[in-house]
């Protein structure tokens, strides 16, 4: 079962920045949408960003401005740059790749924003 890789999380003050990464560990052919979703303890899991094989993008409005998605179509990598970090921002980040109508999720990597 191929899976996805999420690295890059980690402890940052607010007002920083940190870029995630995201690769499948195997090979998934024709993936339409990849995207970043969060989850804060307590509440549901949120679209962050998303983006299609076409490079078309959609943001939170929350995080518009300050993320910004992009993906690499050869490697299937999608990336996250998260820049002026708020306390809010802080959750597990999770990657999502949609392939021939199949959600291919990561196991998340966490972000944490001190104040």
């Known amino acids: 079962q191929v899976q996805l890789v999420e690295s890059g999380g980690g402890l940052v003050q607010a007002g920083g920045s940190l870029t995630l990464s995201c690769v499948p560990s195997?090979?998934?052919?024709?993936?339409?949408?990849m995207a970043w979703h969060r989850q804060v303890p307590g509440k549901q899991r949120e679209l962050v960003a998303a983006?299609?094989?076409?490079?078309?993008?959609n943001y939170a409005d929350s995080v518009k401005g300050r993320f910004t998605i992009s993906r690499d179509n050869v490697k299937n990598t999608v990336y996250l740059q998260m820049s002026s970090l708020k306390p809010e921002d802080t959750g597990v980040y999770y990657c999502?790749?949609?392939?021939?109508?199949?959600?291919?999720w990561g196991k998340g990597t966490p972000v944490t924003v001190s104040s």
């Open positions: 195997g090979t998934i052919f024709s993936i339409n949408v």
């Open positions: 999502i790749a949609n392939a021939g109508g199949i959600n291919y």
């Open positions: 983006i299609t094989s076409g490079s078309r993008t």
